[in-house]
């Protein structure tokens, strides 16, 4: 699962914005701002599934509003990594 919506208001719910799944063996996560800028990035599964990106760029807030993803990996059984038969897709940023 991969959210279309999440809310860094360090409230403690929906913070961050990660891919949810099980037997992920390899990813490799990015966003990107409306300019097409790396604004997140990480090959590293624990970080993609359990931390995630905390809408800041450069330690500074995110500007609120929609941003494009890419994952691309592999599950333990091999099949690739796809949310909605899709490997790119938007999430908005609100706080």
Known sequence: FIP???TPNEDGNNDFFR???E??????LRVFDALGNQVYGTSNVEEATRGGWDGKIGGNLAPLGTYSWMIEGQFADGRAIEFNGKKIGVVTLIR
């Open 4 to 6: 279309n919506t999440f």
């Open 19 to 21: 891919v949810r799944g």
């Open 23 to 28: 037997d992920i063996q390899r990813i490799t």
